[in-house]
């Protein structure tokens, strides 16, 4: 072609046919730009071949040809919709199942998420509608790749709708393939369509007659557990993993035996759920024929029973420490419920000194007059906390020694313990009259003094324990065998004086009144 001669120059036709020329512009690039050029020419048999080939060598193409010139005539001819037979729907082009790969090859060229939405989303939109079996298929398989680019409202809205058709279709392999795309789009899926749709057809599948099918079911449930509310969370453990340790298919049961094990988790704050029905349904399967079951359930029932026994020594714990906020409650109550000490009375007990040194109790004069103190105003009364009112005071007749003995009257508990023969020790012409109204009354002594007091603070803070019950009891029954005794000596008197045999031989009147008989 450099020749200084114009006619030994190669024509155009010679260079053309060339090896060296057909191997320089003979080139995959080359080749695949001419025949794009020419697609609407070539014959229904040459496109498919063609479309396939672009997955192998897309990778050895340039990104700017790839991006900019193979992509756009691929989604061209996918969106050009073919009219139908009938006229009255447009259908995808059926070479869609083939134009896909070599697409999403592209896609992953794409620097540009927004990019990637513009050009390829679309498409996969499209397809979605299409009723082709392959073309699902092989949408549903590409799905781990597309759904990183999706949008939550597009896959909701356009996307999500399309793909439940298949969990009801008819084929097998695409109601397997269907609930495999979930897991890449549970993320993305709305409460509505997670928690109600998507558990709505799980539960249908987990009946299904293929037994690949319920076991891919439980293991896809289990990996996106977490995605669904606490309320379809606990139904799904319930109505889901434990029906399905009951399926005759071995890895059916495995998965379900796993899957409790993973949803434990969940179940964490809720041990009546666990130890009323997770643990006795997983029990069942420590006794199941296969032993990989056998092996998970015991690692998990072990699990379960090591969660509830932490929660077992916290709860006593806190137990223990609520049992002593609630003895020293009690306590601070009753002792913020006792009278404060009025400072002018001297407490609510300082009022019965004075009056039980008059009785002979005590170490107070015997003409002491009765001292009965006044509670605090200030103070709740209390009936326990205020002594018996004294009656006055009678004087009697002076004996014949010139004595005056000032006797107080005392109530008829007092009285009776004296019986018909005071008139011998007195020598009083007349007999006395004695009321045995209340023959059966406790006699005050100064060891029932000090019962009482003991009893009345015991009784206030409320802290009397056994032992003092039976103390009391034990000195009640002390009291009412002395009383029998003395009803004895009274009955023995009155039978003496019958019989005109005195008893006691009188005092001489110059010497004694008749205490000292006592």
């Not at 190669?10 to 020329?21: G, Q, R, V």
């Not at 679309?122 to 092989?138: E, G, H, K, V």
């Not at 057809?201 to 319920?214: F, G, N, P, S, W």
Request: hydrophobic share 35%.
């Amino acid at each position: 072609m450099l020749d200084s001669v114009p006619t030994k120059r190669p024509t155009s036709d010679k260079l053309f046919k060339s090896a060296p020329f057909k191997k320089l512009f003979k080139n995959p690039v080359n080749e695949t730009l001419e025949f794009l050029e020419e697609f609407q020419f070539k014959t229904d048999a040459e496109k498919p071949p063609f479309i396939q080939g672009l997955t192998c060598q897309i990778q050895k193409f340039p990104k700017s040809i790839a991006c900019y010139k193979i992509l756009p005539f691929l989604c061209s001819i996918l969106t050009s919709p073919v009219p139908s037979q009938s006229g009255q729907k447009p259908i995808v082009n059926p070479l869609a199942p083939i134009i896909l790969n070599p697409m999403l090859q592209i896609g992953k060229m794409l620097d540009d998420s927004t990019e990637y939405q513009v050009r390829i989303v679309p498409a996969i939109i499209l397809m979605f509608s299409s009723a082709d079996r392959n073309l699902r298929a092989a949408l549903l398989k590409s799905i781990p790749d597309v759904a990183p680019h999706l949008d939550a409202k597009v896959v909701n809205a356009q996307i999500f709708p399309c793909i439940v058709t298949g969990f009801s279709d008819s084929a097998p392999a695409l109601r397997e393939m269907t609930i495999k795309s979930v897991l890449p789009l549970a993320p993305l899926l709305d409460e509505k369509n997670l928690n109600e749709v998507l558990l709505r057809h799980v539960v249908t599948l987990l009946k299904d007659k293929e037994a690949a099918i319920r076991t891919n079911t439980l293991i896809c449930i289990a990996k996106i557990i977490d995605r669904f509310s606490d309320k379809s969370k606990h139904k799904i453990i319930i109505g889901t993993f434990l029906v399905a340790l009951r399926d005759p298919f071995v890895p059916a049961r495995v998965a379900a035996v796993k899957g409790v094990g993973f949803a434990t988790k969940y179940l964490a704050s809720d041990h009546n759920t666990l130890g009323h029905k997770v643990l006795p349904a997983l029990s069942g399967s420590l006794l199941d024929p296969s032993p990989e079951v056998r092996n998970a359930a015991f690692q998990h029932v072990n699990a379960i029973v090591a969660l509830l026994q932490t929660w077992s020594d916290k709860r006593a714990i806190e137990q223990k420490k609520e049992a002593e906020e609630l003895r020293n409650k009690q306590k601070t109550e009753a002792v913020s419920e006792l009278p404060s000490p009025s400072p002018a009375a001297g407490g609510y007990l300082s009022g019965w000194a004075p009056s039980m040194g008059s009785l002979g109790w005590g170490s107070a004069a015997p003409n002491a007059e009765p001292s009965i103190s006044q509670p605090n105003p200030k103070t709740r009364p209390n009936p326990l906390s205020q002594p018996n009112p004294m009656p006055h005071v009678v004087k009697t007749e002076p004996l014949s020694t010139g004595l005056s003995l000032k006797a107080e009257n005392l109530s008829d508990s007092l009285v009776d313990a004296w019986g018909e023969d005071d008139e011998d020790l007195f020598g009083s012409s007349k007999p006395n009259k004695v009321s045995t109204k209340n023959e059966t009354k406790k006699i005050p002594t100064q060891e029932n003094t000090e019962l009482f007091f003991n009893d009345l603070t015991s009784n206030k803070l409320g802290l009397k324990t056994a032992t003092t019950a039976t103390r009391t009891e034990d000195r009640k029954v002390e009291a009412e065998k002395k009383r029998e005794e003395a009803r004895q000596r009274i009955k023995q008197r009155k039978d003496a004086r019958k019989q005109n045999k005195p008893v006691f031989k009188k005092s001489d009147e110059n010497t004694g009144d008749g205490w000292d008989d006592f």
